[in-house]
């Protein structure tokens, strides 16, 4: 049977086109608007080998193939839930990049690193950022300088800070804390940051801290090195904000 209607597909959006071909992603350099061909024969491989080498026309188009493959191959390191959101915004970040003409060959792992980071800012999506510079080959202060070439001198990217309470909920679970505990957590978060005790303070730090001082006031103990090793955030970080954090914060507990 041959059916004479319209193609079924969905007309209202770019993005969202079944069965009449793929839809535009950010993940590849071209946008996903290339000719997939068969290489199970011998002249389709042939084929195949050629139409990815008409691909890659331009120094841009070189750049963008390296830098999204660093970039996608970190993310699915991370194991995050949400990769798929995550790698269209760091191929958002990293074509105005290229496009902008900052990236170089010899610093492209470095934009790579602070696209990472910089997309899951701007998600609010917690990642490991010491695995990010280690798979990329990064330094902190390489990291650093990318970020602010990206935030302040190019203006293209607006980030936010992570919630310490999102933190929260995601430490916990990798401390194996009960929710009684990250329940005390976030509201000792919430009250540092009305009595401006725990402002202008590392998201990470702030969290894994207040599921330390959470810990041992619902008698779930947890020292700072274990506290340390689950979550990421060094003793340094979590010695200094459990500090701030019982100098500044009243918390009230009825046990």
């Given at each position: 049977?041959?059916?004479?209607?319209?193609?079924?597909?969905?007309?209202?959006?770019?993005?969202?086109?079944?069965?009449?071909?793929?839809?535009?992603?950010?993940?590849?350099?071209?946008?996903?608007?290339?000719?997939?061909?068969?290489?199970?024969?011998?002249v389709g491989r042939r084929l195949a080998e050629l139409n990815?080498?008409?691909?890659v026309v331009s120094s841009d188009d070189r750049k963008m193939v390296k830098a999204l493959k660093l970039a996608n191959d970190v993310i699915n390191r991370l194991q995050t839930p949400?990769?798929?959101?995550?790698?269209?915004?760091?191929?958002?970040?990293?074509?105005?990049?290229?496009?902008?003409?900052?990236?170089?060959?010899?610093?492209?792992?470095?934009?790579?690193?602070?696209?990472?980071?910089?997309?899951a800012e701007n998600l609010n999506v917690p990642i490991d950022?010491?695995?990010?510079?280690?798979?990329?080959?990064?330094?902190?202060?390489?990291?650093?300088?990318?970020?602010?070439?990206?935030?302040?001198?190019?203006?293209?990217?607006k980030s936010r800070t992570y919630d310490p309470r999102t933190l929260v909920i995601t430490l916990s679970h990798k401390a194996g804390l009960p929710t009684q505990v990250e329940t005390l957590a976030i509201r000792?978060?919430?009250?540092?940051?009305?009595?401006?005790?725990?402002?202008?303070?590392?998201?990470?730090?702030?969290?894994?801290?207040?599921?330390?001082?959470?810990?041992?006031?619902m008698d779930f103990r947890r020292t700072q090195t274990a506290i340390s090793r689950s979550t990421g955030v060094s003793e340094v970080t979590i010695r200094n904000r459990y500090k701030d954090i019982i100098d500044g914060v009243l918390v009230e507990v009825n046990l």
């Open positions: 049977l041959v059916d004479l209607g319209r193609e079924w597909r969905s007309f209202d959006s770019s993005t969202n086109r079944e069965r009449a071909e793929t839809p535009n992603t950010l993940k590849v350099h071209d946008m996903g608007l290339h000719t997939e061909i068969d290489g199970t024969t011998w990815n080498l008409s691909r949400t990769a798929a959101k995550l790698k269209e915004e760091v191929g958002l970040i990293l074509r105005k990049l290229v496009k902008s003409g900052v990236v170089g060959k010899r610093r492209l792992n470095s934009y790579v690193a602070a696209a990472v980071v910089a997309a950022q010491r695995f990010v510079l280690s798979y990329c080959g990064v330094t902190v202060s390489e990291l650093w300088e990318a970020m602010m070439k990206i935030r302040r001198d190019l203006g293209i990217v000792i978060v919430e009250a540092g940051r009305e009595s401006g005790a725990l402002l202008s303070k590392g998201p990470q730090g702030v969290a894994a801290a207040a599921l330390y001082v959470a810990s041992i006031l």
